[in-house]
């Protein structure tokens, strides 16, 4: 299983400008990391954007640049699964994909992960101006 997400983040003042982008969604001026992790956290693959980059497009920049990884998994082995929170869209990732590495569907699956409602978050203490202030530490 690999879980992949994005942070748009403020890029450092000595970065050139062609290497920035203005996240609308943060109102970040800077760049997009895109991260897979394993189940332990560690990293697996890797990828930097600029900001403005949909998650969707990194995803598939990511994956593109990392293809030889799923072109080698033998198709006997179990699907890896790849967890995905619902900024992506299963559907355009798996066309896209396609395109690049036609059979990597028999490799991977996309799962998006579950959504709590507001009733789930407030009783797990996760809702509103609390939740961010224990976020923080305060």
């Known amino acids: 299983m690999l879980i992949i997400d994005s942070q748009a983040v403020k890029n450092t003042c000595n970065a050139s400008v062609e290497s920035k982008g203005y996240c609308f969604y943060k109102s970040t001026n800077g760049i997009k990391r895109h991260l897979a992790v394993d189940t332990l956290g560690f990293p697996f693959f890797t990828h930097c954007t600029k900001a403005n980059v949909s998650d969707d497009k990194g995803l598939i920049e990511m994956l593109t640049l990392n293809i030889d990884y799923f072109k080698s998994k033998p198709v006997n082995l179990p699907k890896t699964t790849i967890l995905l929170d619902h900024g992506y869209h299963p559907e355009h990732l798996t066309q896209e994909l396609e395109l690049v590495y036609p059979q990597i569907m028999t490799k991977i ?24 202030c224990s976020e923080v530490g305060n």
């Open 109 to 132: 699956r996309f799962e998006l992960s579950p959504k709590p409602s507001k009733q789930e978050k407030k009783v797990q203490g996760k809702s509103g101006e609390s939740s961010r």
